[in-house]
Nanobody, 126 residues
Framework: QVQLVESGGGLVQAGDSLRLSCAAS????????MGWFRQAPGKERSFVATITWTWSGSTTSYADSVKGRFTISRDNANNRLYLQMDNLKPEDTAIYYCAAHQRYGLETQTSRYDYWGQGTQVTVSL
């Protein structure tokens, strides 16, 4: 089992930055990936960013809506996942979830993830 705990959410103004953190504990695996998803009120949970790793290194993928503004990264030594969010917009307001899977390759569908955190609220005001 893997436990995921997000932190770093808050209330900010448009144009500000936030860095979300996800602490992973429990079982670790040599392959797989982690990602960030978000869910706004009245909407389905949607893909934000993902990072996957193998022996040769890591690769990332982003939703078009955040590309160029958000950066996903992983600290292997401390079992942490980060999401650096710059130039935030009101439409970024949502609960942000950290998730993990044990498959090969990049995964952008919620159904492909095996473990989820409880979420952290991000609110961006004008």
């Amino acid at each position: 089992q893997v436990q995921l705990v997000e932190s770093g959410g808050g209330l900010v103004q448009a144009g500000d930055s936030l860095r979300l953190s996800c602490a992973a504990s429990g079982s670790t695996f040599s392959r797989g990936g982690m990602g960030w998803f978000r869910q706004a009120p009245g909407k389905e949970r949607s893909f934000v960013a993902t990072i996957t790793w193998t022996w040769s290194g890591s690769t990332t993928s982003y939703a078009d809506s955040v590309k160029g503004r958000f950066t996903i990264s992983r600290d292997n030594a401390n079992n942490r996942l980060y999401l650096q969010m710059d130039n935030l917009k009101p439409e970024d307001t949502a609960i942000y979830y950290c998730a993990a899977h044990q498959r090969y390759g990049l995964e952008t569908q919620t159904s492909r993830y095996d473990y989820w955190g409880q979420g952290t609220q991000v609110t961006v005001s004008l």
